[in-house]
């Protein structure tokens, strides 16, 4: 079954940065879209900035631009998101989640999740 593994939250004063990395295991296709998500408090779950394979094109909320960085280790089966430059705005649960071809931004058509890892920024 498929498996997606979050790590890399934590607590941060504004300015800094964090590296979260998600795990996958147990999938077979050759075309997927892998995408973090994050959910605020109170506040519907977002898609942050998503990846497709093969081919590598990339997403970005405007949120993030030119903030955060997408990136993938296939040989790892590792997702990755750089985040510099944090604000506290950008404090929340972040879930990574795959799907079977082309990103979308619905939480919806996702069908695997991990368990999320915290993010919380300071100011």
């Known amino acids: 079954q498929v498996q997606l593994v979050e790590s890399g939250g934590g607590s941060v004063q504004a300015g800094g940065s964090l590296r979260l990395s998600c795990a996958a295991s147990?999938?077979?296709?050759?075309?997927?879209?892998m995408i973090w998500f994050r959910q605020a408090a109170g506040k519907e779950r977002e898609g942050v900035a998503g990846?497709?394979?093969?081919?590598?094109?990339?997403y970005y909320a405007d949120s993030v631009k030119g903030r955060f960085t997408i990136s993938q280790d296939n040989a790892k089966n590792t997702l990755y998101l750089q985040m510099n430059s944090l604000k506290p705005e950008d404090t929340a649960m972040y879930y990574c989640?795959?799907?079977?071809?082309?990103?979308?931004?619905?939480?919806?058509?996702?069908?695997?999740w991990g368990q999320g890892t915290q993010v919380t920024v300071s100011s």
């Open positions: 147990g999938y077979t296709y050759s075309r997927y879209c």
């Open positions: 990846i497709y394979t093969p081919g590598g094109s990339t």
């Open positions: 989640a795959l799907k079977g071809g082309y990103c979308g931004l619905s939480r919806y058509q996702y069908n695997y």
